[in-house]
C-alpha cells in the first residue's frame, strides 16, 4: 500500500503564491505519472497539472502560464508551485499517482483557500 501525503495547503490574498508538495511513503516501480487535482464545492475532481516520469508535463488551461508542476523522483515527490492565486483557486488539493497496469493512489487533500 502506499500512502500520499500532501503539505502547503493555507489561506492567502488573491495575487499570492502558495507551493504544495506531495510525498509518497515508498518508491512505486510502476508509476507512470504524478499529478494535482483540485476540487471545489459542489463541484467534481478536477485536474489541475500532471508530471510523467520523463518530465512531461500538462496543465488545465485555467492555471497555465500561474502554477508550475515539478517532481522529485527520488525523494518520491511532487510539487505545484502556485503563483497569481485567484479566488476561484480555492479548493481541495489532492495529488495523485497513476501507475501503468496498476491501481492509481490518492492523497488526502490539503486545503487551498484564496480570498478576494
Known sequence: QVQLVESGGGLVQAGGSLRLSCV???SIFNMNAMGWYRQAPG???ALVAT?????STNYADS????FTISGDSAK???YLQMNSL???DT???YCKV???GGPDYWGQGTQVTVSS
Do not use: D
Not at 492555471?63 to 500561474?66: L, T
Open 86 to 88: 485567484k479566488p476561484e
Open 51 to 55: 508530471i510523467t516520469r520523463r518530465g
Open 63 to 66: 492555471v497555465k502560464g500561474r
Open 76 to 78: 518520491n515527490m511532487v
Open 43 to 45: 463541484k467534481q475532481r
Open 91 to 93: 479548493a481541495v488539493y
Open 98 to 100: 497513476i501507475t501503468l
Open 24 to 26: 509518497a511513503s515508498r
